[in-house]
């Protein structure tokens, strides 16, 4: 009943502004899931299909909007009976894809321009796809035939047969019914859905092919993979539901028809595309999974094949296709272990480290199979100590698929007598693969122990290079740890000697975080056992040679150092046993003389107490054996062997807890080293010895210390979670803190190294940033992650609620006043401070945090966060880079600190009272400025300055007013400038997405301290432009606006020559008059500064403002230049891009004014459309526009009257047409206009301004359309589209523009009639009033009739757009207007339209169609159009005729409906039309509307089609004949490849060729018959599914079919060794004929 009720409104507004907003209106009434009153379901159904959606055409996101609420619709009704609308839906399934065969695709309507895009193209095929599933099981054959009624079924075969009005033969009516018959029985188990469904996919199969690889080669794989996915999904609702409408025949055919599409993406070369072709194998596999064994397997073969060279292309994207199958052949069905022994040694050159993207598949596959299959030599056991088949773990999944589902051929045997013996099959099968898998992991090893030696270290650019390393580490991590836990004990072993003799003789430093990865991955895995042999066979060699390094070589000493340290890391207590030996090793390296070797040592030290006290996993083996070393022989490896996917008792992998004697060796050789390098450092600091090597092997030590001593050297627990006391004493991280921070002072004040700065600043930065501890409790692993990432979970709230508000700003006046109370606004810092300890105390951590806060106000944490930020105030960019990349983190985890020093950065920008300083002074002062800068540029820190109305204060004193960069060099001020000019932008801009509520310190208190600064005159034009753009940020609607604000403005626009400077001054104006209802700027009775809008001198420097705006843009800004301004460049380029729209994809951050004006109710409310500035491209700017919307709407009639003279001289001026100073003053006039319009028509209380503008404005307007040319008219277009809306300035612009169009009609310029017919058309377009709309429309009309033979081409062209546009605007009003009516038949009445006085008038009849087909629901008068059509292509001369010939084509692209009855039109004039030329025409718009309406044409139409093809093949044209081929393949491709259709094709022009014995005969049937069955060969260029078609043409020796034989051959080259199965060896012969042509490959 609502939605009734709301019927004729949401009619209305679905071609309004609001339509998409209906639509989300009418998703809210989708019927609930099952509903059982389905009469409102399927009324609702028909009321969507029949009547809403077709009201706008050619719109994508209109189309997807609709399909995905039928979806929905569909998914929860399975009841609903689709048959009646499959034709129209299958036709908006196939335009969503957007492919170019013939049609346009999902394109974008003429009308309605206004509608705004919501959401992408790129969403249409996942949303078509799911539709076009859920259609699946509705209808039957005989609703696509009629085979039911005789008598229906034989007036359909005469329709086909006597198309052109020739009494065929009775045997050949009867051959069309046995064709019907035919196709009915062979479908009859199938519905109609899945017909429909069968001939797009057939019909576009080709376009999944690799060599066709193009822009819609993403749409029909992303259609194909959604396709899979929902087919999927569906099954199981159903399996679930227990009802199932799809029968296992359609299911079955579904199957066939998808796997060989994503069998086409596997062997592509787009990894994209393979990715979606592996995932379409991946779902289908959990449905049926020997189906899709059977298909892949031959791919799998002859891609691993090593003989097999022209396929080894294939085998990254078969990797892929594995490891997306492992899991579905191992659960849904147990495939694997018949064909991965085979192929499993064959992947092993796959690591290439020649081929990155190879080696990745590889690993990723081996990762996957690790996860899934243990590695157990079953040589080593008995084949009589095999377990039975039913005691293993994969027995319920041997037909768990099958009974499901049972789309596999084999599956009703399998679940009734075949269980048992496959079983047994499946346990010897994967018992005997046991010795092959051991033989491949211990071949991997080897593998990749020689790809490390390939490797080159890692890169650290950054950048994309960087990312590709760090991925292909991760993923050489992963598979070396899955490896060694997977394999049994003895394998294990063995693979442990190899890597151990391998590091006792190689040097690989090359390759470090690759060989640690493998020499972890195999310490961890071992067992006790195994850990001492690594332990006494690798580390202690390696330790000799560290002790003794002069015996060996660099090289050697080096990868000494890399091996025992990737075994320390991880060796916990086999430390505590090597701890003498590692502490004399350290301590004489430490005294060597090598720089290196000392760092060597430093971070050799950091692992050992890593070692003893960090997290990492310690039990030794398998994920499948038990947690203790003395219950390792209780595994039984021999059920594991044969439980391929299944763990029998998975525990996860359990973490090092450091035990006391760890603890107290950790604490032993922390203490000794740190005592060592701090008293080195403090004797150096006493006798100021300031050598660069002994301070930094000292500070290197002390960040070794640092770093292992973080995860147990915390000072914010309790003492209860200390296990060895004194360890954790909080003063002892106060006093590392303490002397950190000595020293880096010492350094800053004593040395100029920025390297040392570096190395003492981060001892500071990780002595306040330590590791949380981990958790001594037994099984609990270390899940706290640090205080910082609780800090960000805490701010997401926030950070949630301030996008929210910035996105929902946009309310209407009644809700505006909401947004701005307390429950809505964002709490101050503080309070949020509270907030998130609530936070963290619900995540268990609230101990942690409150010491914490507790730290903040601690002495030596002040000190430290000071020294910090003052040796960041120094021009050393090591320093600084290495300081604000911590600075985020330190600014988290102690804010308190944070603000303080922020209000230290600020004062190095305050530069107020300088004038002239020292060469030294200026160095010192602009490294402090760029070191303040890289602090501050960071959205963390512009969140805390704009939420906190103190930070604010002091940023708008120190940043925005007090900078000032003329005391500095001419090179630091362009630099200065540019980073305080970031600065300011990021603050600004935050503050207006974060709108906080007053506190302490008021919003106003800045306003005065902005207001107070000085005079303009005494500041140069960058504090300026700083000063207004922070005064413009802080007006709003909410909060009183002071009257000295208004001043500066205003003195801005008139006492400056700064253009961009006034532009942000004349939008802040703007806001002032539209926020300020409370504010009396404009009264006499305050001391606002008075503006005399009378005299026109203010209003001359606002025209003048905007119009230079539009001059200043058309010119590259970098050579723009003002007379009081240096060039526009920078700063100001930036803020005149800006404001003038120009260079759109290069818009610059400041954003001041401009968006936040056109975001407020009063403006935003009815103007969704208007985000797009000029649609024609005239330069209109919808952003001043709306500025003197604002002007109008506040000062009224006194502004038009003092701006009525400002237009006269812009208008009527003498400055020559076609220069850039007349373009902008056209353009600015246009703006001006629009603005008064749209006000004068929006507030009735303007009635005087609306007679004003009549009298003097429309006036001006009129003439000036008149003498402006087409570019330039054009902004008075956009103009009126601006200023739309039903009131008496519209109907007055619309009589003057008639009158203009009338007056000497036929004399006229053609630029004045062009013009006005657009004004014309945009105004009529808006009215509301019914009167207005028909006397509007008649008078309209009126001018049409007299235009249309008007002389020049263009008037014409735009007579049809405009008589398209009016016919759309009567029939959507409903209302009958018969002048128009009479004018749009004459346009699509068969007449002579060549007048040699006139010149011809197809024009207006072409035009009117295609903008009428891009409306949508106009069929019936493009029908009418198509004899016009047809003549104007054989009358007018070659290039019209070709010009003709697209638009055709166009037209019938556009159509979305009407296909039959257009495609009979073609076909009764255009075929049998005298000329071959119309003819030809004719063919290809009846392909181009069957290419575009397939699906609508219906399936007895293409069959009309095609026997009306088949007539033209003997035409006496070879042109006709080439392209009813073409035409022909079209349709043939469409046909299923075992579709019966197909096969009498064939027949029945292969028996023709053979039945050629007289010449006269072949004279008749031959060349008809070739280009017939070439149609059916080109069909399926990469398919055989007739091999007589291609025989046949082998034996003849016309050009086409020589032609045609040889791009057989070339495209099925590749793939000739399974395509030539498909003949007999007579036909094979017969081919072998043909000279050899080479393949695609």
């Not at 240096?1126 to 001041?1152: A, R, V």
């Not at 034996?1595 to 791009?1607: C, N, Y």
Request: aromatic share 8%; proline share 3%; charged share 25%.
């Amino acid at each position: 009943e609502i939605v009734e009720e709301f019927d004729d409104a949401l009619k209305e507004r679905f071609t309004t502004n609001d339509g998409f907003i209906a639509q989300a209106f009418i998703e809210l009434f989708i019927p609930p899931p099952l509903e059982k009153d389905f009469e409102y379901t399927n009324k609702m159904v028909g009321k969507i299909i029949n009547s809403w959606w077709p009201l706008v055409s050619n719109c994508a996101p209109w189309d997807i909007r609709w399909i995905s609420i039928l979806r929905r619709i569909a998914k929860h009704n399975p009841n609903i009976n689709w048959t009646p609308y499959l034709p129209f839906l299958f036709n908006k399934i196939q335009k969503s894809l957007s492919i170019k065969n013939g049609a346009t695709g999902a394109g974008v309507a003429m009308y309605p321009a206004r509608l705004s895009f919501m959401f992408s193209r790129r969403q249409a095929h996942g949303k078509a796809a799911k539709l076009a599933v859920e259609m699946l099981g509705n209808g039957s054959i005989s609703d696509a035939y009629v085979v039911n009624e005789s008598k229906s079924q034989n007036d359909l075969a005469k329709k086909v047969l006597y198309s052109r009005g020739e009494k065929s033969k009775k045997a050949d009516v009867e051959a069309i019914k046995r064709e019907i018959e035919t196709l009915s029985s062979q479908d009859k188990q199938v519905s109609l859905g899945y017909l429909y469904l069968r001939r797009l996919l057939s019909s576009i199969s080709t376009l999944f092919h690799p060599s066709n690889l193009g822009m819609h080669t993403f749409s029909v794989f992303g259609f194909l993979n959604n396709l899979c996915g929902s087919f999927v999904k569906r099954l199981g609702r159903q399996y679930a539901s227990k009802y199932d409408s799809i029968s296992l025949v359609e299911k079955r055919e579904l199957l066939s028809l998808l796997l060989p599409l994503a069998k086409m993406g596997l062997t592509g070369k787009n990894e994209n595309v393979v990715l979606l072709a592996g995932a379409c194998f991946a779902q289908l596999a959990w449905i049926a999974p020997t189906t899709v064994y059977e298909h892949i397997t031959p791919l799998l073969s002859a891609a691993f094949d090593p003989s097999n060279l022209t396929q080894v292309h294939l085998v990254p994207a078969c990797l892929q296709a594995l490891d997306v199958l492992f899991q579905p052949f191992l659960q849904s069905r147990m495939l694997l272990p018949k064909i991965l022994p085979k192929l499993l040694p064959l992947t092993l050159p796959g690591v290439d480290p020649n081929d990155f993207t190879k080696t990745l598949q590889t690993l990723k596959f081996y990762e996957t199979f690790l996860r899934w299959i243990p590695i157990v030599d079953t040589s080593k056991f008995d084949y009589s100590e095999m377990p039975k088949a039913n005691d293993c773990a994969w027995e319920h999944h041997l037909t768990s698929s099958c009974k499901k589902y049972g789309i596999d051929s084999d599956s009703e045997a399998r679940n009734n007598s075949e269980s048992d013996d496959e079983r047994i099959l499946l346990g010897e099968a994967m018992w005997n693969a046991g010795p092959t898998i051991s033989k491949w992991g211990l071949d991997l090893v080897g593998k990749l122990l020689s790809f490390f030696e390939h490797q080159e270290p890692l890169s650290e650019d950054g950048g994309m290079f960087q990312k590709r390393d760090e991925f292909k580490l991760f993923q050489v991590k992963q598979v070396l740890s899955l490896l060694f836990q997977q394999m049994d004990p003895e394998t294990r072993d063995s693979a442990q000697k190899i890597i151990v003799n391998w590091a006792n003789t190689k040097c690989l430093t090359n390759a470090e975080e690759y060989c640690v990865s493998m020499i972890r991955s195999c310490y961890v895995a071992s067992t006790v056992s195994g850990k001492k042999n690594m332990i006494q066979n690798l580390f202690v060699p390696m330790m000799e040679r560290i002790k003794k390094p002069d015996n060996y070589s660099d090289r050697q000493v080096s990868w000494a150092f890399i091996v025992t340290g990737a075994i320390i890391r991880v060796a916990g207590s086999q430390v505590v046993q090597q701890e003498e030996m590692l502490d004399s090793a350290i301590s004489s390296i430490l005294n060597d003389v090598d720089d290196i070797r000392e760092e060597k040592a430093s971070k050799l030290l950091e692992q050992s107490i890593r070692g003893l006290v960090g997290s990492y996993p310690v039990n030794g083996g398998s994920s499948y054996e038990c947690t203790s070393d003395s219950n390792i022989d209780s595994v039984d490896w021999r059920k594991l062997a044969v439980s391929w996917g299944q763990s029998l008792e998975t525990v996860s992998l359990k973490l090092h807890k450091p035990s006391h004697e760890e603890l107290k060796a950790a604490t032993r050789l922390r203490d000794k080293f740190l005592s060592l390098a701090l008293s080195k450092v403090e004797s150096y600091m006493e006798t100021k010895d300031t050598g660069v090597k002994e301070w930094r092997a000292s500070l290197v030590l002390i960040t070794s210390v640092i770093r292992g001593s973080g995860e147990y050297l915390d000072t914010l627990v309790s003492g209860d979670s200390v296990m060895v006391p004194g360890v954790h004493e909080e003063k002892i991280r106060d006093d590392l803190i303490k002397k950190s921070t000595n020293i880096l002072e010492w350094l800053l004040a004593n040395t100029n190294n920025p390297s040392l700065h570096a190395v003492a600043a981060n001892c500071v930065i990780l002595s306040m940033l330590l590791r949380e501890p981990c958790t001594l409790s037994d099984g609990t692993p270390n899940q706290f992650q640090g205080l910082y990432e609780h800090f960000s979970k805490a701010m997401q709230p926030y950070a949630l609620r301030a996008e929210l508000l910035a996105t929902n700003r946009r309310v209407e006046n009644e809700h505006a006043d909401a947004l701005y109370e307390p429950s809505y606004v964002l709490k101050s810092r503080s309070s949020m401070l509270e907030d998130m300890r609530e936070v963290i105390t619900e995540l268990h951590r609230q101990q942690s945090v409150e010491k914490c806060f507790v730290a903040e106000s601690k002495p030596v944490y002040v000190r430290a966060f000071t020294v910090l930020t003052s040796s960041c105030l120094h021009d050393w960019t090591e320093t600084r880079k290495k300081i604000q990349k911590n600075y985020k983190k330190l600014g988290m985890r102690f804010p308190k600190l944070l603000c303080e020093q922020l209000h230290v950065l600020m004062n190095h920008f305050d530069y107020s009272g300088v004038e002239q300083i020292s060469e030294e002074q200026d160095t010192k002062k602009y490294a402090e400025l760029t070191g303040s800068y890289y602090l501050m540029n960071n959205r963390k820190v512009f969140r805390w300055i704009v939420s906190d109305w103190r930070l604010f204060r002091s940023f708008v004193e120190k940043v925005v007013v007090g900078f000032d960069a003329s005391a500095l060099s001419s090179e630091q001020q362009t630099a200065s400038d540019s980073r305080v000019q970031e600065l300011i932008i990021g603050v600004m801009n935050r503050w207006n997405n974060l709108p906080l509520s007053d506190s302490n310190i008021t919003r106003q208190d800045i306003i005065d301290k902005l207001e107070a600064h000085g005079r303009l005159s005494s500041m140069s034009w960058r504090k300026q432009l700083s000063v207004s753009g922070s005064l413009s940020t802080l007006i709003r609607p909410d909060k009183p606006n002071s009257e000295n604000m208004w001043n500066w403005f205003v003195d801005i626009i008139t006492t400056t020559q700064n253009v961009p400077l006034q532009t942000n001054a004349l939008f802040a104006l703007s806001k002032l008059m539209l926020i300020g209802k409370n504010d009396n700027y404009l009264e006499e009775s305050n001391s606002a500064r008075r503006v005399d809008f009378t005299d026109g001198t203010f209003l001359q420097k606002i025209v003048s403002v905007v119009s230079q705006s539009h001059i200043m843009a058309a010119e590259d800004p970098d050579e723009s230049s003002s007379s009081s301004a240096p060039k526009i460049g920078g700063l100001m380029g930036n803020l005149l891009k800006m404001f003038t729209g120009s260079q759109k994809h290069n818009k610059s951050k400041w954003s001041i004014g401009v968006e936040e004006l056109m975001s407020y109710p009063e403006i935003s409310s009815e103007t969704a459309w208007l985000h797009h500035d000029g649609q024609y491209g005239s330069g209109f700017k919808f952003s001043h526009a709306f500025v003197f919307f604002v002007f109008t709407r506040t000062l009224g009639v006194k502004f038009v009257e003092g701006i009525v003279p400002l237009l006269e001289d812009l208008i009527q001026g003498e400055t020559e047409q076609q220069t850039a100073e007349y373009k902008a003053n056209l353009v600015t006039c246009s703006e001006i206009v629009a603005g008064m319009l749209r006000a004068a028509e929006k507030y009735e209380y303007l009635n005087d301004v609306q007679e004003a503008i009549v009298e003097r404005v429309l006036p001006l307007v009129t003439s000036s359309i008149a003498e402006t040319g087409l570019n330039s008219g054009s902004c008075w277009v956009d103009a009126s589209v601006f200023s739309c809306s039903d009131g008496v300035p519209q109907n007055a612009w619309l009589e003057m523009t008639f009158e203009s169009i009338e007056g000497q009609i036929m004399m006229a310029p053609s630029t004045r009639i062009i013009n006005s017919l657009k004004v014309a058309r945009t105004l009529i377009e808006e009215l509301q009033e019914e009167n207005d709309i028909v006397s509007s429309l008649e008078r309209l009309s009126a001018c049409l009739f007299s235009l249309h033979r008007y002389e020049y081409k263009a008037v014409r062209e735009q007579v049809g757009v405009t008589a398209a546009v009016a016919l759309h605007k009567a029939t959507r009003s409903n209302h009958k207007v018969k002048v128009l009516h009479k004018f749009v038949e004459k346009l699509c009445t068969l007449e002579k339209k060549v007048d040699t006085s006139t010149g011809d008038t197809y024009e207006s009849a072409f035009y009117l169609g295609l903008v009428l087909s891009k409306l949508g629901g106009y069929e019936d008068y493009i029908s009418h159009l198509i004899p016009v059509f047809l003549e104007a292509v054989n009358t007018a001369d070659s290039e019209q005729s070709k010009k003709f010939k697209a638009i055709c084509l166009n037209v019938v692209q556009s159509m979305e409906a009407g296909g039959i009855q257009i495609i009979e039109q073609l076909i009764s004039t255009g075929l049998s039309a005298p000329s071959w030329n119309v003819r030809l025409v004719a063919i290809m718009m009846i392909d181009a509307v069957l290419a575009n309406q397939s699906s609508g044409v219906g399936f007895l139409g293409l069959l009309y089609v095609r026997k009306s093809f088949e007539r033209m093949l003997y035409d006496s044209e070879i042109k006709i004949q080439q392209q009813v081929s073409l035409s022909l393949r079209n349709i043939v491709s469409s046909f299923h490849p075992e579709s019966e259709s197909l096969k009498i094709y064939v027949d029945k022009y292969a028996d023709l060729l053979g039945t050629l014995k007289s010449e006269k005969r072949k004279q008749k049937h031959q060349v008809p018959a070739v280009f017939g069955l070439s149609a059916a060969v080109k069909a399926f260029p990469y398919s055989v599914p007739s091999p007589l078609s291609v025989a046949s043409l082998a034996r003849v020796k016309l050009k086409e079919a020589k032609s045609t034989i040889e791009q057989f051959k070339r495209t099925h080259h590749d793939t000739w060794a399974f395509d030539s199965q498909a003949f007999t060896q007579d036909q094979l012969d017969d081919l072998m004929g043909s000279s050899e042509v080479y393949g695609y490959a």
